[in-house]
Every structure is written in structure tokens, then in C-alpha cells.
């Protein structure tokens, strides 16, 4: 979306494929880059548009893992930091940390949240239920191994991170205003909310 001609105004967001609903005036939008559309009935998708340059991750997390060989051992360490202000919280937030397809324990530290080792998914599964905005968290984790009686190398699977964060955007698309024009003297409530969800959320390790 282009930029506001006033200096008071923050830069446009520059997005790509950008598709409307057909009740969409595109004329208007063309015009001012307003979005005007008379709704249909239920709910329905508006706008769907992609960012790929300047967008704001919610999180930034930094993984260590150290392989112990001759010793059937895995040590893991890792920090993460929301990168969102510190009024907002993240919610149901899950990281699946993988772990070899050997593995027979581990030992796990978490400064907060839940974490525990399930064999089905061969992943150490970390659940927070609020993260604050600003903070970081650290985990760490012993692993040990069952020896094997060919060493094949472990291919170090992504980790996998799920959450939701509300009223945070991280392409920095935001309405400006929303104006309801009704004849007919329906009352309507306005309000705009937003919130961030993770699609494929991976951290190579």
C-alpha cells in the first residue's frame, strides 16, 4: 500500500498478491486506497494480501545443539525473546524441539512453561500459555541416547514453533479507520482487532 502523502504519517507496507472479495469497489481502491464494499451476509474474507520485505517476528529464538560423541549425548540450549511490546502477551504458544529417533530420556529445565519428551512425535514439546511481550526464556535439556549398532548421522529436523499474539501485526498492516454507512437506522458496533498466528514457523538447527 502506498505511502501517506503527509509527513505525520508512517511509510506504506509494500504488499504483494494482493486480492479483494468481490464486493469490493476496486475503482476507489485504485483511486485513494480506501477499501470500500457493501458485506455480504456471515462472515467472509476481506483483503488477502503477502509481505515480504521488513516484517516484524514476534520472536526470535537462538539454538545451541551439541552432539557428545563416544558418549550417546545431546545437549540442548535455547533462548527465546519476544520481540513485541511489552503490553501484549503471546498465547498458546508450542515449540517442538526434535530429538534423535534414539532417544531413551531426557532432563529438562525451563525458566517457564511446560516441557516434556514425547516419543511419538521424537521431539521435546514446550508449551507456554502467555508469553510477555519483551521478556525471554531460556531452555535447556540433557539428552541421552540408546547406542546403536550402525552410527548414521542425525539430520537435525527444523524446530517447529505454533502461537498466537493479539493486537500485533507483523506485516505492519493496520486500519486506519473504519466507517459504517447505514440508511436503514441498523444499530452497528464498530471494532478493529488484530492478531498474529504462525503458518510454518521453523528455526533451522
Known amino acids: 500500500i502506498e505511502k501517506e502523502s503527509s509527513q505525520n504519517r508512517k511509510p506504506g507496507v509494500e504488499i504483494d498478491d494482493c486480492t479483494f472479495h468481490r464486493c469490493v469497489r476496486l475503482g476507489k481502491f485504485d483511486a485513494d486506497r480506501t477499501i470500500t464494499f457493501i458485506p455480504p451476509d456471515g462472515e467472509f474474507e476481506l483483503m488477502r494480501y503477502r509481505v515480504t520485505d521488513n516484517i516484524n517476528l514476534p520472536f526470535r529464538i537462538i539454538p545451541i545443539f551439541r552432539e557428545h560423541q563416544g ?19 503471546a498465547t498458546h504458544v508450542v515449540v517442538k524441539i526434535p530429538v534423535p ?14 516441557a516434556k519428551y514425547e516419543p511419538e512425535q521424537h521431539a521435546i514439546v514446550w ?5 510477555p511481550g519483551c521478556s525471554e526464556c531460556v531452555f535447556g535439556a540433557d539428552v541421552d541416547l540408546m547406542p546403536t549398532v550402525r552410527h548414521k ?3 537435525r529436523p527444523p524446530i517447529n514453533v505454533d502461537f498466537q499474539v493479539p493486537m500485533f501485526t507483523a506485516s505492519g498492516v493496520h486500519v486506519r479507520f473504519l466507517r459504517v454507512y447505514d440508511k436503514s437506522g441498523y444499530h452497528t458496533n464498530r471494532w478493529v482487532r488484530y492478531i498474529t498466528k504462525a503458518g510454518g514457523y521453523q528455526v533451522r538447527i
Open 101 to 114: 529417533k534414539n532417544t531413551a530420556k531426557t532432563k529438562i529445565k525451563t525458566s517457564f512453561g511446560r
Open 71 to 89: 558418549q550417546n549425548r545431546l545437549s540442548i540450549n535455547m533462548k527465546v525473546i519476544a520481540n513485541f511490546a511489552s503490553t501484549l502477551f
Open 153 to 155: 548421522a542425525w539430520s
Open 127 to 131: 508449551r507456554v500459555k502467555r508469553f
